[in-house]
């Protein structure tokens, strides 16, 4: 059966951005290769995202949609006519992503965070957490995840180093 994947990477003090949506504190950090991006690429083939997400990739004008060779999928509250690059979704997220997940394929990808991860974790929908630790403190931005009364037991599946990168792999016990 497919898995409900989050693959990110947050500082130290667990920041995915800072306030005004920048990076460049996680391009500053020396990592290793592409810090195990392309291997987990290969491991599937559905990406989800949330459209404030959609909207600072298509911001930031890197040309290319960097998704382009998969099924894309964008949550946002309001309709939005599909691209050739995804297909906006305006209905409940749990049935539409339930219904995805009992499709054959690889996995499926939570890109980014906010909402929707946090609305896939008050569900336990989330099987599996790579999350990659950049050691640098931010002192405030958008949080990996959001405050609140959820707990989630994990199990450690693994961890790995990219030079000054962490990633620890976790298993969302259910």
Not at 96 to 107: A, C, V
């Amino acid at each position: 059966m497919r898995k409900l994947v989050l693959f990110i990477a947050t500082s130290l003090d667990g920041y995915i951005a800072t306030k005004d949506e920048s990076l460049d504190w996680l391009f500053k950090v020396d990592g290793e290769g592409d810090n195990g991006y392309s291997e987990f690429y290969e491991t599937v083939d559905t990406i989800l995202m949330g459209r404030k997400t959609y909207d600072w990739i298509i911001q930031q004008g890197i040309g290319e949609f960097p998704y382009k060779d998969k099924e894309c999928y964008v949550f946002s509250r309001s309709p939005i006519e599909d691209n050739e690059n995804v297909s906006f979704i305006n209905e409940n997220i749990t049935s539409f992503t339930q219904e995805l997940i009992k499709q054959g394929g690889k996995n499926i990808w939570i890109v980014g965070g906010g909402e929707l991860l946090h609305s896939f974790l008050k569900e336990k929908m989330v099987d599996e957490m790579i999350v990659t630790i950049a050691p640098t403190i931010i002192g405030n931005g958008i949080p990996l995840f959001k405050e609140g009364k959820l707990k989630l037991d994990l199990k450690l599946k693994g961890t790995r180093t990219y030079n000054q990168f962490v990633e620890l792999h976790y298993e969302v016990k259910k």
